[in-house]
């Protein structure tokens, strides 16, 4: 017999799990229908809530990206309150589902969501690039509305019920990167250093596909376990040969740890650093004197001055204390991406949910400015990149 733990209650910042915010842990087949065939209807209740399902981890090592997806949730689901509702005064209401990190897991959650008449649609993304794909192909099964990130396949025009709001493609953003290092930056040379994760390394890998085409030389690789004290020796190690350019790929909660070492160990030397993840720019990184005059690649930034980004900063920084990081601001986008289409739809309805989706219609103030979702179903907003200046971070290029 199928078994569901509900959690009653969950440790992180802003408060606990309520009736309408269930974060449900798997233990068996999600429901009585496991193939995963379509729903009874394509058509969630026209009264009552607004209902999203949320898949992410929220247990195992990577339990910090569920955490930061649900604070930025719980604030958009407070919002959405004070505007009076999504439509007709209906309120958001989400549940979650811990994929603990495993995929069968995440598949279980997706199928349980699909199955589920009163859920609209899914937000949040597989936890690799296969998890995604299975996602995608099971977002046609089911005919559930999905919007989620990058990790999904690369051309969506045979996912009708797909977008991607936040990011792109990983050749997309790791071509972008690369440009920028080639052709801002005119690397000769240039030393990777990054997370020792699947997207970490893969985005290594397209870039120094990329970087071999250009003529530019790879001095040192340098891969660190998550979790790492001390990250000292592979930052000497990626100094080694004095490449132009450091170029690194680490977690938010790594950044911290590497700049407060590299600041000990005098600077990045003659080269410039040019991170590929956002959460470099925030917490305690931009008066520490390694993070002057270093680039970073981020879809938003805390700091910038465009209009959503204002609002979304000020509005977590009074409700949690504390100041966001783009794992809140990458989730925000997913689900007030769903927001914004289901209030265009200005339906329930699946189907109809997926047309509007996708019209080209969809435009809301995001974090990073004005974002569109195109028919293609990529956003508008791919990433900038940012420099810090006198602990300030600031525009630099788009």
Not at 115 to 140: M, T
Not at 345 to 364: E, F, H, I, P
Request: overall charge positive; hydrophobic content about 40%.
């Amino acid at each position: 017999m199928p078994r569901r733990r509900f959690l009653k209650a969950l440790a992180v910042p802003g408060g606990l799990l309520t009736v309408s915010q269930t974060l449900t842990q798997a233990c068996g087949p999600a429901g009585p229908a496991s193939s995963g065939g379509p729903p009874a209807s394509s058509g969630a209740s026209t009264k009552g809530p607004i209902r999203l399902g949320r898949l992410d981890t929220f247990t195992g090592p990577a339990a910090s990206s569920g955490v930061a997806a649900k604070l930025a949730t719980d604030l958009l689901i407070d919002q959405v309150r004070a505007e009076g509702g999504v439509i007709d005064g209906r309120q958001l209401e989400v549940e979650y589902f811990d994929g603990g990190g495993q995929l069968a897991e995440e598949i279980n959650g997706f199928k349980k969501f699909g199955q589920d008449p009163s859920i609209v649609a899914s937000v949040g993304q597989g936890i690799n690039w296969a998890g995604g794909q299975l996602l995608a192909d099971l977002s046609n099964k089911l005919k559930l509305p999905h919007f989620t990130g990058h990790h999904t396949p690369s051309d969506l025009s045979n996912y009708p019920y797909i977008v991607r709001p936040s990011g792109g493609t990983l050749e997309a953003i790791v071509n972008k990167c690369t440009d920028f290092v080639i052709q801002q930056l005119r690397a000769k040379s240039i030393a990777l250093l990054a997370d020792n994760q699947t997207v970490p390394r893969d985005s290594m890998s397209l870039m120094k596909q990329r970087l071999a085409a250009a003529g530019v030389t790879v001095t040192s690789e340098q891969y660190l376990e998550v979790g790492t004290t001390d990250a000292s020796a592979i930052i000497t190690r990626a100094k080694l040969g004095s490449p132009d350019v450091i170029a690194g790929y680490h977690t938010s909660g790594q950044i911290p740890l590497i700049f407060k070492q590299v600041t000990d160990l005098g600077g990045w030397g003659n080269a410039k650093f040019f991170g590929m993840t956002g959460g470099a720019v925030v917490g305690t990184i931009p008066h520490l004197a390694a993070a002057q005059n270093t680039f970073h690649a981020a879809h938003w930034a805390p700091g910038l001055l465009d209009v959503g980004g204002q609002k979304f900063e000020k509005a977590f920084a009074a409700k949690y204390g504390t100041a966001p990081d783009t794992s809140h601001s990458g989730a925000y986008i997913v689900v007030g991406t769903a927001i914004a289409a289901v209030r265009l739809a200005a339906s329930t309805d699946r189907d109809v949910l997926a047309k509007a989706m996708r019209s080209g219609n969809v435009t809301w103030d995001a974090p990073g400015g004005s974002l569109t979702m195109r028919p293609s179903g990529e956003n508008s907003v791919l990433l900038q990149v940012v420099q810090i200046q006198n602990g300030r971070v600031v525009p630099y290029w788009k």
